[in-house]
């Protein structure tokens, strides 16, 4: 103890900063709100795009429906043509597919998937549907409208 001065705080070594943190990396907080916003992002894209799927696998059911219920070709032509055009204005808008018939209307589901349709089979859909002598190529029609809803050439 003889060696303790009174004067002991002068002893200690001189007072010094430590150095100034750096930007890299980031402190775990961070880490955690960058996850949390890319999680948001990938939700909102998930979600944005949902119910166009949505749209289609139900136009799908309504389809599986009629091609399960039996009925006569002038009724399953009707409740195609039904389905096909609500379904186009769902998917395409309502100025884009309310001012479509006859033969505009046939070639804009050939020209988006439903190639089924086009020449004699799509002419013979739409005289069936409306009132006209029936030459029925039922399993073309459903094929058109299947192709139509999944979107595929």
């Not at 998930?46 to 070709?73: C, F, G, S």
Request: proline fraction near 7%.
């Amino acid at each position: 103890m003889g060696n303790m001065t009174p004067d002991w705080i002068s002893q200690l070594a001189p007072a010094h900063a430590p150095p100034p943190p750096g930007w890299w990396p980031p402190a775990p907080g961070w880490w955690g709100l960058l996850i949390l916003l890319a999680m948001m992002v990938a939700g909102y894209i998930y979600w944005h795009r949902r119910p166009a799927v949505r749209l289609r696998r139900i136009a799908l059911r309504e389809l599986k429906n009629l091609q399960a219920t039996v009925m006569d070709d002038i009724i399953l032509a009707r409740e195609l043509e039904l389905l096909l055009r609500r379904y186009a204005v769902a998917r395409f808008g309502r100025d884009t597919v309310a001012n479509l018939s006859g033969e505009r209307w046939i070639a804009f589901v050939v020209k988006h998937g439903g190639v089924a349709w086009s020449g004699k089979s799509g002419a013979s859909l739409l005289r069936a549907a409306y009132g006209g002598a029936v030459n029925a190529d039922r399993n073309s029609w459903l094929k058109g409208a299947h192709d139509f809803i999944r979107g595929r050439s």
